[in-house]
């Protein structure tokens, strides 16, 4: 199961993002929501659900590029579909 980790990519960015925008970036709710996602997540993930942590792990020698690439296209696809899925399910929501 080599794509697990970067699914737990993917799904740490959906979580994190939705998080973010139902909560209108809640500092102590974003905090707590980070926080758990990486206390789940630990010893799976790479690049901690961050692009730039992904690159900065890859400059220093911690990650293949090939690693780098899969997370950054999990990171992508996550937001993706943040993209695609939020207003449909904040209007949900809110009636």
């Known amino acids: 199961m080599w794509w697990f980790k970067y699914f737990v ?15 209108h970036a809640d500092p102590p709710v974003l905090g707590l ?6 206390t789940m997540a630990r010893g799976i ?7 730039m942590s992904g690159a900065v792990s890859y400059m220093m020698g911690h990650m293949p590029f090939e690693d780098l690439a899969y997370n950054l296209m999990a990171h ?17 929501l809110e009636n």
Do not use: H
Not at 76 to 92: D, E, K, N, S, W
């Open 9 to 23: 990519e993917f799904w740490g960015v959906v979580v994190i993002l939705y998080t973010k925008m139902l909560t």
């Open 33 to 38: 929501v980070y926080f758990m996602c990486l």
């Open 45 to 51: 993930t790479t690049a901690y659900f961050s692009p």
């Open 76 to 92: 992508a696809l996550g937001t993706l579909a943040v993209a695609a899925t939020f207003l449909p399910i904040r209007a949900m």
